[in-house]
């Protein structure tokens, strides 16, 4: 009788390496410094109480326009606010809108994609289409049209008409990907068993296809955040996103671009870099998420 192969235990290195956070960190560096990066700003943003060294909000016309000094890291702006608070403070307002935004049009995308994946035929036609009209559009235009009918309605302290604005364009860029990933099970076998048990449509669309386009959703929620927080600051530059005295990083902008950026320019500087670095550490980390997750992609 031959005698029984005996293979190693596995050690502990590639016991770690099993766990999924240590796999995206050995495979994926750079989205591993963007996660940590958005993760830092998270943590700013829930305790920018105690981080802010001043209130955003307090006014001191003695101080006004004072460059970067060790009593204000970054400046003050044209009313002596100090900077480096209002863009920490900016920081909640960036990733409130964002993260909502983001999660409410790529959820409606995802269910429309699956939906219409599910459905197919006519149904799949006529929504495919509207699709089409809808993507033809740039997300800001969108959004602008949008805002300016809807108006203002702050629920506390967030504006709801704004998030809706930003959220519907989206909306329709994800239903064409999740429709992709959703006609690649539409067919298989389970979903033909849970129709021939008599599931309903809506049963079978949330319980048995949207869990398998997770992957997608979840890369497309971490890209769209990005856009989000810019289409957030374009809107906020415009006069048409968050309202003074509330910080956020485009209104920033647009109150330091027009008169002061020669004389002050940290005014522009400093809530412009926030902007441009928190929209590539998403951009990063959703690359690196979609890498991952891919098995395609994985070597």
Same mark, same amino acid.
């Given at each position: 009788m031959?005698?029984?192969?005996?293979?190693?235990?596995?050690?502990?290195?590639?016991?770690?390496?099993?766990?999924?956070?240590?796999?995206?960190?050995?495979?994926?560096?750079?989205?591993?410094?963007?996660?940590?990066?958005?993760?830092?700003?998270?943590?700013?943003?829930?305790?920018?109480?105690v981080?802010?060294?001043?209130?955003?909000?307090?006014?001191?016309?003695?101080?006004?326009?004072?460059?970067?000094?060790?009593?204000?890291?970054?400046?003050?702006?044209?009313?002596?606010? @100090?900077?480096?608070?209002?863009?920490?403070?900016?920081?909640?307002?960036?990733?409130?809108?964002?993260?909502?935004?983001?999660f409410?049009?790529?959820?409606?995308?995802?269910?429309?994609?699956?939906?219409?994946?599910?459905?197919?035929?006519?149904?799949?036609?006529?929504?495919?289409?509207?699709?089409?009209?809808?993507?033809?559009?740039?997300?800001?235009?969108?959004?602008?049209?949008?805002?300016?009918?809807?108006?203002?309605?702050?629920?506390?302290?967030?504006?709801?008409?704004?998030?809706?604005?930003?959220?519907?364009?989206?909306?329709?860029?994800?239903?064409?990907?999740?429709?992709?990933?959703?006609?690649?099970?539409?067919?298989?076998?389970y979903?033909?068993?849970?129709r021939?048990?008599?599931?309903?449509?809506?049963?079978?669309?949330?319980?048995?296809?949207?869990?398998?386009?997770?992957?997608?959703?979840?890369?497309?929620?971490?890209?769209?955040?990005?856009?989000?927080?810019?289409?957030?600051?374009?809107?906020?530059?415009?006069?048409?996103?968050?309202?003074?005295p509330?910080?956020?990083w485009?209104?920033m902008?647009?109150?330091?671009?027009?008169s002061?950026?020669? @004389?002050?320019?940290?005014?522009?500087?400093?809530?412009?870099?926030?902007?441009?670095?928190?929209?590539?550490?998403?951009?990063?980390?959703?690359?690196?998420?979609? @890498?991952?997750?891919d098995?395609?992609?994985?070597?």
């Amino acid at each position: 009788m031959a005698a029984t192969e005996q293979f190693p235990s596995p050690t502990w290195r590639e016991r770690l390496r099993d766990w999924p956070i240590v796999d995206f960190i050995l495979r994926q560096p750079q989205g591993t410094i963007s996660g940590l990066f958005i993760l830092t700003l998270i943590v700013v943003a829930l305790f920018a109480d105690v981080v802010a060294p001043y209130d955003p909000l307090d006014v001191d016309f003695v101080g006004m326009l004072q460059a970067p000094s060790l009593e204000h890291l970054l400046g003050t702006d044209n009313v002596g606010r @100090d900077i480096l608070s209002r863009i920490i403070y900016g920081a909640r307002t960036a990733l409130a809108i964002g993260f909502l935004a983001s999660f409410v049009g790529c959820t409606i995308g995802a269910l429309i994609g699956t939906a219409s994946a599910y459905f197919g035929g006519r149904v799949d036609l006529i929504v495919q289409r509207v699709v089409d009209v809808a993507m033809v559009f740039p997300i800001i235009m969108l959004a602008l049209v949008i805002v300016a009918i809807l108006g203002r309605n702050l629920v506390l302290g967030i504006d709801v008409n704004l998030i809706l604005a930003i959220a519907l364009p989206i909306a329709p860029k994800v239903a064409r990907v999740i429709r992709a990933s959703a006609l690649s099970i539409v067919n298989m076998p389970y979903i033909d068993a849970a129709r021939a048990a008599g599931y309903s449509h809506v049963r079978i669309i949330l319980r048995h296809m949207m869990p398998n386009v997770v992957g997608p959703y979840l890369v497309l929620l971490t890209a769209y955040i990005a856009q989000a927080i810019l289409t957030e600051a374009s809107l906020s530059f415009l006069g048409l996103g968050v309202s003074e005295p509330q910080p956020a990083w485009g209104l920033m902008l647009s109150s330091g671009s027009a008169s002061y950026y020669r @004389d002050a320019p940290w005014m522009v500087l400093f809530p412009g870099l926030a902007i441009s670095l928190t929209v590539l550490a998403f951009n990063l980390f959703g690359d690196a998420l979609r @890498d991952w997750l891919d098995p395609r992609l994985r070597t």
